[in-house]
């Protein structure tokens, strides 16, 4: 093995040289051209893609230079386990992935460090693990695909892309799920080093993993795939409430979802609805879709400050919590801004000059060049929402309730107790909030129905009035019907269950809630888990069928129908493709 690891080190050695040294003159290059493109999420999230798909490309060039037949059976057919040869292949190829992607990651980070007109916390060393991370899992995915049989070889990748898109951990925790992903794709691709290659794995740990990889992708394109065909079929009969004008519910989840702040609260309250004519009726914002949270690689959300008036742009460090300043003009370091007190949280920009940390909002006072905080919320309460003028007052959403600040509070100069609105729900479940300011009152609509028109969550409207002295009154309340009937909303749950279950419990891996990620528990009505029963069943039948047509023994054939019955359609389209005909014993 040492011999042949050796031999492919040597192979790829020089195109790896130069590879790693184009690789740190186009970080460099890129550094300089766009100073903070590391901090970029977006930009972070592309080159994690092409890191992807390069690994892929060398993966299967690597894997597939072997595969061909003559190749194949020089390389397997020698007096060495075949996971030792595929260790001493593989382990070349992911040792030279790890050496043309870390060092110049780590070089540029380095050359950051040194620097004085940047900001490098300890979250930026942990980058270029990721990257790599990354890069490996494209190799081992491409190394899969070319060595697996071309029915479903193609899974592993897909399903790690399915993993990687769906991981909500953040910071070192982050780390986490692309670690086991390459630990699993280096697992099916032992599984797949074997004579012959045309069949599926032997050892039934890895050939659960090979099915259970095919089931996980095949469950993910059921769930798009039925959902376009489901889309489309309803639009070309002229039923679709999204598409389709007229065949939406008057008055529905989809019209008031669509409609204008003053329609919205019109329909809500009926005869008893105010006059509007003439007032700005207001729509709040959403919450951020990505709150900031200390220690994480990169940044979604602006964090930055800028005080013209003395030249001096300042960058947030994670690491020792202030805004650390620079000069505009020559990019020196002259100091940091925080508040008294340090922040709460990492903050995150919610307007000019403005910031929110946890639950309080700061902003740079021009005159003095210092940060002053203007209004705090209640303890354990967080700001999830830029604030907004309506009328007299300011609304800053929190994640339990609705507060009207005088307008004053943006001077620090309030002295009236904000009123509190409850909820009445998640925040993560508000589709809408509109508010009409009216010269005796302010109306507030809430409207839930975030992940409602075509997902499993109720929806409904609340509308109060909040007087000047803070006293809430409801005004009207009411729910809607679904648009869609229960196969199209819960669609991920009777299709299967379990592997429903596996992908959200793989993409919180290492993850921690955030205040603005908070939903109500799905309700799943029993005539969901009956369909998805049925399903089950089914497929368990139709998989101990298709494996006596196929000729397997008593006992795959019973192992194959339990796994049909636990992961249900997925698994016995996964048996399709892994499991084929055996030929007859003469």
């Known amino acids: 093995m040492s011999e042949l690891y050796v031999a492919e080190l040597r192979r790829f050695a020089r195109w790896a040289a130069g590879l790693a040294?184009?690789?740190?003159?186009?970080?460099?290059?890129?550094?300089?051209?766009?100073?903070?493109?590391?901090?970029?999420?977006?930009?972070?999230?592309?080159?994690?893609?092409?890191?992807?798909?390069?690994?892929?490309?060398?993966g299967v060039y690597q894997a597939a230079s072997y595969a061909r037949l003559n190749h194949w059976i020089a390389l397997l057919h020698r007096p060495v386990a075949p996971w030792r040869i595929m260790a001493g292949v593989v382990g070349a190829g992911a040792t030279t992935v790890v050496g043309v992607m870390l060092p110049p990651l780590l070089l540029l980070i380095a050359s950051q460090t040194l620097g004085v007109d940047r900001v490098v916390d300890a979250r930026h060393w942990l980058m270029?693990?990721?990257?790599?991370?990354?890069?490996?899992?494209?190799?081992?995915?491409?190394?899969?695909?070319?060595?697996?049989?071309?029915?479903?070889?193609?899974?592993?990748l897909a399903a790690?892309?399915?993993?990687?898109?769906?991981?909500?951990?953040y910071g070192a925790a982050a780390l986490l799920l692309?670690?086991?992903?390459?630990?699993?794709?280096?697992?099916?691709?032992?599984?797949?080093?074997?004579?012959?290659?045309?069949?599926?794995?032997?050892?039934?740990?890895l050939l659960g993993l090979s099915a259970l990889a095919a089931a996980f992708t095949i469950f993910f394109m059921l769930l798009m795939g039925g959902g376009l065909v489901y889309h489309l079929s309803l639009a070309a009969l002229g039923r679709n409430a999204l598409v389709n004008a007229g065949a939406a519910t008057p008055g529905g989840l989809v019209q008031s979802s669509r409609a204008n702040s003053d329609e919205l609260i019109a329909s809500a309250l009926g005869r008893a609805a105010p006059d509007l004519r003439g007032v700005e009726v207001v729509r709040l914002p959403n919450s951020f879709d990505w709150?900031?949270?200390?220690?994480?690689?990169?940044?979604?959300?602006?964090?930055?400050?800028?005080?013209?008036?003395?030249?001096?742009?300042?960058?947030?460090?994670?690491?020792?919590?202030?805004?650390?300043?620079?000069?505009?003009?020559?990019?020196?370091?002259?100091?940091?801004l925080r508040?008294?007190?340090?922040?709460?949280?990492?903050?995150i920009s919610v307007g000019d000059d403005m910031v929110s940390s946890g639950g309080a909002l700061y902003r740079l006072d021009p005159a003095t060049g210092r940060i002053v905080r203007l209004l705090q919320l209640p303890a354990g309460e967080t700001i999830v929402a830029r604030p907004r003028p309506?009328?007299?007052?300011?609304?800053?959403?929190?994640?339990?309730?609705?507060?009207?600040?005088?307008?004053?509070?943006?001077?620090?100069?309030?002295?009236?107790?904000?009123?509190?609105?409850?909820?009445?729900?998640?925040?993560?479940?508000?589709?809408?909030?509109?508010?009409?300011?009216?010269?005796?009152?302010?109306?507030?609509?809430?409207?839930?129905?975030?992940?409602?028109?075509?997902?499993?969550?109720?929806?409904?409207?609340?509308?109060?009035?909040?007087?000047?002295?803070?006293?809430?009154?409801?005004?009207?309340?009411?729910?809607?019907?679904?648009?869609?009937?229960?196969?199209?909303?819960?669609?991920?749950?009777?299709?299967s269950p379990v592997i429903y279950t596996l992908a959200e419990g793989a993409e919180r891996i290492g993850a921690v809630e955030a205040a603005n990620e908070r939903q109500a528990d799905v309700v799943v009505p029993s005539g969901v888990w009956v369909r998805a029963a049925l399903l089950a069943l089914v497929a368990a039948i139709g998989t101990a069928i298709l494996a006596r047509r196929r000729r397997l023994s008593a006992m795959a054939t019973g192992l194959w129908s339990l796994a049909s019955l636990i992961f249900s359609l997925p698994m016995v389209l996964a048996f399709a493709l892994i499991e084929r005909r055996r030929p007859v014993d003469y």
């Not at 003395?310 to 370091?333: C, F, Q």
């Not at 508010?435 to 969550?457: C, H």
């Not at 109060?464 to 009154?473: C, E, F, H, K, N």
Request: aromatic residues 8%; contains cysteine; neutral net charge.
């Open 21 to 58: 040294v184009l690789h740190i003159l186009a970080l460099l290059m890129l550094d300089y051209l766009f100073p903070g493109i590391s901090d970029d999420d977006e930009i972070c999230n592309l080159a994690a893609t092409v890191y992807a798909a390069c690994g892929a490309v060398f």
């Open 128 to 156: 270029p693990s990721a990257a790599t991370l990354f890069a490996l899992i494209g190799f081992l995915g491409g190394s899969y695909a070319a060595v697996a049989p071309r029915r479903y070889g193609w899974t592993g």
């Open 160 to 169: 790690a892309a399915v993993l990687m898109i769906g991981n909500l951990a």
């Open 178 to 205: 692309p670690a086991l992903t390459v630990v699993l794709l280096a697992l099916l691709t032992a599984g797949a080093f074997r004579p012959d290659r045309t069949r599926a794995a032997t050892q039934p740990v």
């Open 291 to 336: 709150l900031p949270r200390r220690g994480e690689m990169t940044r979604s959300v602006a964090s930055q400050l800028t005080d013209t008036r003395r030249g001096i742009a300042y960058t947030y460090s994670h690491d020792a919590n202030p805004y650390v300043g620079l000069r505009l003009k020559d990019r020196r370091p002259v100091g940091e």
């Open 339 to 347: 508040p008294d007190g340090d922040f709460p949280a990492p903050p």
């Open 390 to 495: 309506v009328g007299r007052q300011v609304a800053v959403l929190g994640d339990r309730a609705l507060y009207l600040y005088d307008r004053s509070v943006m001077t620090g100069q309030a002295t009236i107790a904000p009123a509190a609105i409850p909820l009445g729900g998640a925040v993560g479940d508000i589709r809408r909030i509109d508010a009409a300011p009216l010269p005796d009152r302010t109306i507030v609509s809430i409207f839930f129905g975030q992940n409602s028109i075509e997902g499993p969550l109720p929806a409904s409207q609340r509308v109060v009035s909040v007087a000047p002295d803070g006293r809430i009154t409801p005004l009207a309340a009411r729910s809607f019907a679904p648009e869609f009937d229960d196969t199209m909303r819960f669609r991920a749950t009777w299709i």
